[in-house]
Structures are given as C-alpha cells and as structure tokens.
C-alpha cells in the first residue's frame, strides 16, 4: 500500500509539472502575443499622429492592445483555427498597412473563406499578402488577381459584379490600371462575408474544430491557474 500510494504521488507530482510547464509556454506565447499587437497599435498611433514617441504610443494604445488580444483568443475558440493562426492573420493585415478595424474585418471574413472551403492559415496569408500589394500599388492588376485565383477566391466574378463590366472592358481596365485598389478590396472582402458568414463559428462544432477549441480552452484555463505564480516570478527576475 505504501509503495502504491508514493507511485500515485509521484505520478500525481509529474502530472502538475506537466501542466505547470504547458502553462508557462502558453503564458509566454500569450504575453509575446500582447506585445505583438501592441506594438503594431503603437506604430499606427505613430504614423496616425495622435502620439509623439514609441513610449507614450505603446501606453496609449495599451488597453486597445488588449481588447484586441481577447478577441484573437474569441475568434480562435469560435472557429476551428488556432490562437496563433488568428493571431498571424491579423498582425499580417496590419503589417501590409490594413488599420486596426480594417484587419479584424478582414481576418473574419478570411478565417470563414478558408473554414467553408477546406483550406489552411497559409492560404489566408496568401489572399491578404495579394490584398496587401493591391492596396501598396493603389490599383488593381492582373498579377494579384492570379494569385487570388490560385487561392480559391473568384476575383473576377467579383470585380465583374461590382463594376458591372465583362470581359474585355473589365481586363483594359484592370491592364490600364484604372481599377481602384480599394473598392476592389472592399468588393472582395464584401462578396466573401456575404458567402462565408459564420462558417468559423458552424465548424467549431466539428470533431476537429471541438480539439482546436479544446486546446484553447486547455491554454487559456492554464494561464489563469498558474498566472499569480508566473507574476510574481517574474518580478525578481525582471529585477
């Protein structure tokens, strides 16, 4: 009995180290997170001209940081994609000059795309790197139209729709680069929320959308148990 009993203990011991290390990478991965978006909400503050210096930026935009934060970690437990794949969608919206507003619209509407038609976080980063070079060049061409197709979305079904041209007329003016890079995002972002609504949301009922969710539930109630322990180690360390 006694040898039983020290095996359950030290069995028991190992489970709680375990889970205390689990925890600390997700306390980690979720404060790199943090300062991800934070910095990127400091950076637009910057070009915005609403802060003089990096400092008072990052302090200004601190508590939108971290709203910003808990609707990735929403959005991944609604939807069958990981925290971090949210995250990466997002951070590269913005990072392809997309604002706060415009990234979180535009990260729905590719994580409910990607979801309905079978497809991965590296095919979102494929339409949002082609969205990203249309609105850097401010006109639409036919290099990121080919790369949108390749990615499953039909541009020019979209851009025929929105602009009511066919055929020849809507290639000379995508060729001549009259096509407003903006109103062609905005006609794509529209065509796929109007086709993919809620697509995330339906599939995280799925079996494989039920162990996403179940790893984000797992990360997330890890960090709030060992969060107070991880906090005040932090402190001597930091000092």
Known sequence: MGAAAAGLTVAAGVGVVKMAQGALQSYAAYERLGQSINALTAKQALLSGSASNMTQALAQTKTQSKEL???????????PFRQDDVAQAFRLSMALGFSTKESQRLTQAMLNFTTATGQGGETIERINRALGQMRTKGK????????LTESGVDAMRILRDATGLTGEALNKKITSGALDADFAINAIIADTEKL???AGAASAGSFAGM????????????????????????GPLAA
Not at 69 to 79: C, G, P, R, T
Not at 211 to 234: H, K, M, N, P, Y
């Open 140 to 147: 639409v061409s036919l290099e990121e139209i080919n790369q």
């Open 211 to 234: 162990l996403s969710t179940l790893q984000e539930v797992q990360d997330i109630v890890g960090r709030e148990l060992f969060s107070g322990v991880f906090e005040q180690l932090a």
């Open 69 to 79: 934060v808990a609707w990735i970690e929403k959005l991944a437990i609604e939807s």
């Open 196 to 198: 993919y609504a809620g």
